[in-house]
C-alpha cells in the first residue's frame, strides 16, 4: 500500500492535535523508511518483476526486521519510547504524542496486510506469510487507498479549523495530488527500472509527502 497509509495518519491526527501531521507522515511509513535503506545495504531483499501483481513491479522476497508482525510491534513501541522520552526532554512533543505515533507506526502492517501477496511474515522470516493480496485487482486496490484517504481528509478536516487560503484548501489539494501519484503508481508504468532506483524515489516520496504534511498542517488548528 502507498498513498492509503496517510489514511491512518488524518485519522490520528484527532489523538493529539498538537501533533504535526507530517511526525504522523513519517510514523505510517516508518517501517518502509527502513526497508529501503535496509534493501539498499542488501540486507532485506527485493526483487524486480515486472507486472508481479497488476498493480506493482517488484516481489518482496525478505523483509524480517521491517515487515513481520513481532517487529511490527518491536518499532511501535520503539518509537512509543522515543516520543515519551522526547516529550519529556524536549519541547518537540506533547506525551499524548506517543501513542498516536505508535499507532500509525503499527498501523502500516494492517494495511499492508489488505494488498500484499502473502509475504508478510509473522515473525523474523516465517514460512508462514500472510496478504490478502488486492494488488492483484488494481482498480479495487486503488479505489480501497482512495477511499482511506477521503475518509482520513474528512475526519482531519472536521477535527482541525484552517485559517487562510491554504488553510482551508491545502490539504484537499494535497490529497488529490495523492490520488493522481497513486493512479501513475499502479496505473503507470513501472517507476524504477533498478531496485536502487525504486528504492530512492520512494524514500524520496516519503519525505516529500511528509515535508507537505509539516507544511501544510501548520495553517490548520
Ligand atoms: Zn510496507
Redesign the pocket.
Known amino acids: 500500500?502507498f498513498v492509503g497509509h496517510y489514511a491512518a495518519s488524518l485519522m490520528l491526527k484527532q489523538v493529539d492535535r498538537r501533533l504535526s501531521l507530517g511526525w504522523l507522515f513519517l510514523a505510517v511509513?516508518f517501517?518502509?523508511i527502513l526497508?529501503f535503506p535496509l534493501v539498499l545495504l542488501g540486507i532485506e531483499r527485493l526483487n524486480i518483476v515486472e507486472n508481479y501483481t497488476a498493480s506493482t513491479h517488484f516481489e518482496l522476497v525478505y523483509m524480517p526486521f521491517?515487515?513481520s508482525l513481532v517487529a511490527s510491534f518491536i518499532w511501535a513501541f520503539i518509537v512509543y519510547g522515543g516520543v515519551r522520552l522526547l516529550s519529556r526532554k524536549q519541547r518537540w512533543f506533547y506525551p499524548a504524542a506517543a501513542g498516536a505515533m505508535a499507532l500509525a507506526v503499527l498501523s502500516?502492517w494492517f494495511l499492508?496486510l489488505l494488498v500484499h501477496t502473502p509475504d508478510l511474515p509473522l515473525l523474523g522470516d516465517s514460512s508462514l506469510k500472510l496478504g490478502l493480496g488486492l494488488w492483484n485487482h488494481a482498480l479495487a486496490t486503488y479505489l480501497l487507498e482512495a477511499g482511506l484517504l477521503m475518509l482520513g481528509l474528512f475526519l482531519y478536516l472536521k477535527s482541525t479549523r484552517g485559517s487562510g487560503f491554504l488553510g482551508k484548501y491545502g490539504m484537499i489539494m494535497f490529497t488529490v495530488f495523492l490520488l493522481l501519484a497513486n493512479g501513475h503508481n499502479i496505473f503507470g508504468p513501472p517507476m524504477g527500472e533498478s531496485v536502487a532506483a525504486l528504492s530512492v524515489s520512494a524514500l524520496m516520496s516519503y519525505f516529500g509527502f511528509a515535508g507537505l504534511a509539516f507544511w501544510l498542517d501548520r495553517y490548520r488548528h
Do not use: C, P
Open positions: 500500500m511509513q517501517v518502509d526497508f521491517t515487515h502500516h499492508d
